[in-house]
């Protein structure tokens, strides 16, 4: 079986520990980050557009672009170790919901966390690019919550039309 654990910044501890806890021994562990081209591209549109037309090397596109891998790698290496057991690590780039089901697919659980509202149970505590992952895996999802999950009390009132 593998498993594909999402790590994002800020929530991949409880995504590692999931699969410590529910991914089967001898299970191929993959630990994945995916950056989005996003902030690299506004810089190098900036740059382009505003500071440095026919000055390349002076783009801090370049820059942002070599500092999120490091970044990635970084996460990846502290992920494994919390991990405690064999894995391979996989850092892709591009549209980050399309990228993570890719990734997924062949795998036997995909393990990401909730990345929205985590005050409260519900729908929004997942944002568009979990929610496109959760919506489109080609494998079982394991959703976790980064922290504790909040208090039954916190489920949203039923729409007034149903009794």
Known sequence: MRVIAWLVE???PACV????DHAPDGAEVVLLHVSGPDVP???HGAFAGLLGRGHRERDP???????????ATALLDAAAERLGRPCSREERSGRVEREVVAAAAGAGLLVLAR???RSRLGPRSLGPAVRFAV???PCPV???WPEPAPDLGTIP???PHHP
């Not at 520990?17 to 410590?20: E, F, I, L, N, T």
């Not at 596109?61 to 970044?71: A, I, K, P």
């Open 135 to 137: 919506d489109h895996a």
């Open 142 to 144: 394991l959703l976790v």
């Open 17 to 20: 520990d999931a699969v410590r």
């Open 115 to 117: 990345d929205g509202d």
């Open 10 to 12: 800020g929530t991949w």
């Open 41 to 43: 591209a506004v810089a």
């Open 157 to 159: 009132p039923p729409p």
């Open 61 to 71: 596109g370049d820059r942002l672009e070599t500092l999120g891998g490091t970044s």
